[in-house]
């Protein structure tokens, strides 16, 4: 069966050509704890979130209250119960971000007062289990949970940081390609997730570990096994992969069997009336650290933990300079590394979700080489962004991640240090950069 009929569609979900000024957009995933470390139930927040009259608020069902959505901020309800996250953008540039994010930050942090919560600006929820119980109620949720099974329940605890960038069609194979190859630079510079369960697991990175072990031999998450060739390699490999779910009337979801090719297949092809519609709810849960979103005309990044609060734009400001910079990385990338980068590259995504910052580079000088042209790349915008990557370059000269200091800080004292290095409230510290 040809998949063109699907790429073109996809394609021309992107502009034409690279726009001239790359816009931005963030999703923002905090856990919401009580002072002891368990997770918080964001479904008591949105009665205070609503307060005001300026936001709209969107259900399950039309019961179950999921969402806000205003002008500036959405807020959003996340597979777990106690995961809230917090959409801006698209803006101009990196100071937009940043300004309507600390407008919903603010809104999110009295609300949680109010209620005796706390928000952390980490990756994963660092007591509660991951049970089918902890799971927001969404029909679609537990028709995952009978797809995937237990790696399913992973998603109830993490929180990521994701970025958009707005790219042109010509662009998409290309900077996918390199923004899934810079997985490893993300989790090296970003990992904020290693206590779960009260427990040190041993690695920097629980999100890109545990997570991984989703339909873990056909790279369904984190980093694919190879580049892209094209456009159409890229439908192929996408449709090949397990077809998790398939819409039943409006609101139904049911469990499927094969691949989406198979799907194909039995409705007859491409052409069929439903494809393009099933195609597009089949990719949402394909998780590579990078993925083109064709809704959007935008790449995800998607390989970053949530940061420290006060160090918050840092995920964003490295995902959309790593898309911005992308051509010279590439060519940096290859002077340095030649035919054999992805696999090395590959071998140490292993070793820094583990290590973080202590895990040797595959050349001397390669974060340093990333981060120089991704300051330059932004410095080139003229907008002054390049401020936003200031935590990184420290943390590179360090050779410490959040992860390691929050895994220095639990060592000492527990799970409750975790939350006071970790947690913030409306009369904390208000995030920066």
């Not at 993490?158 to 958009?164: E, L």
């Not at 949402?284 to 970053?304: F, K, L, Q, V």
């Not at 974060?367 to 003229?382: I, M, N, Q, S, T």
Request: with cysteine.
């Amino acid at each position: 069966m040809s998949l063109a009929p699907l790429a073109e569609r996809f394609a021309a979900g992107f502009p034409e050509q690279r726009p001239a000024h790359r816009t931005v957009g963030r999703e923002s995933e905090y856990p919401i704890v009580l002072p002891d470390g368990r997770a918080a139930e964001v479904a008591e927040l949105w009665p205070l979130l609503a307060r005001g009259g300026d936001m709209t608020m969107s259900y399950e069902r039309g019961v179950v209250p999921i969402g806000l959505d205003g002008e500036r901020y959405s807020f959003c309800a996340e597979v777990g119960r106690g995961t809230i996250e917090l959409i801006v953008g698209p803006a101009e540039d990196l100071h937009g971000i940043a300004e309507a994010h600390a407008a919903g930050m603010a809104r999110l942090l009295q609300a949680c007062d109010e209620k005796g919560f706390v928000v952390l600006g980490y990756g994963i929820q660092p007591l509660t289990p991951a049970t089918p119980d902890f799971m927001t109620p969404k029909q679609r949720y537990g028709v995952l949970l009978e797809s995937i099974g237990q790696p399913w329940l992973w998603f109830t605890l993490t929180a990521s940081d994701q970025v958009h960038a707005k790219v042109g069609r010509d662009e998409i194979v290309a900077l996918t390609n390199l923004g899934n190859a810079m997985a490893p630079v993300t989790v090296a510079l970003c990992a904020n997730s290693p206590i779960y369960d009260g427990i040190d697991q041993g690695v920097v990175s629980s999100r890109e570990a545990r997570m991984g072990e989703i339909h873990a031999g056909t790279s369904r998450h984190g980093m694919p096994a190879a580049p892209d060739a094209d456009l159409q390699g890229m439908m192929a490999r996408l449709a090949n992969q397990r077809l998790l779910m398939l819409r039943e009337g409006e609101h139904n979801f049911i469990p499927p069997a094969g691949t989406l090719l198979d799907h194909l297949d039995r409705i007859g092809g491409t052409s069929a009336p439903d494809a393009w519609r099933d195609f597009l709810l089949h990719e949402h849960y394909i998780w590579n650290s990078a993925r083109p979103r064709s809704a959007h005309g935008t790449i995800e990044m998607r390989s970053a933990c949530q940061q420290p609060l006060h160090e918050g734009m840092a995920t964003a400001a490295l995902g959309f300079s790593l898309i911005e910079a992308g051509a010279a990385i590439q060519r940096f990338l290859d002077a340095e590394m030649g035919p054999d980068a992805w696999g090395a590259l590959h071998a140490w995504h292993k070793q820094v979700v583990v290590h973080g910052l202590a895990a040797p580079e595959p050349f001397s000088g390669l974060l340093a080489g990333v981060l120089d042209r991704c300051a330059a790349a932004l410095d080139a915008r003229g907008r002054g962004e390049a401020i936003f990557l200031e935590p990184l370059f420290r943390r590179l000269e360090n050779r410490k991640n959040p992860a390691q200091i929050v895994q220095a800080a639990f060592r000492d004292g527990g799970v409750p240090a975790l939350v006071r290095l970790a947690g913030h409230t409306a009369w904390t510290d208000r995030p920066t950069m």
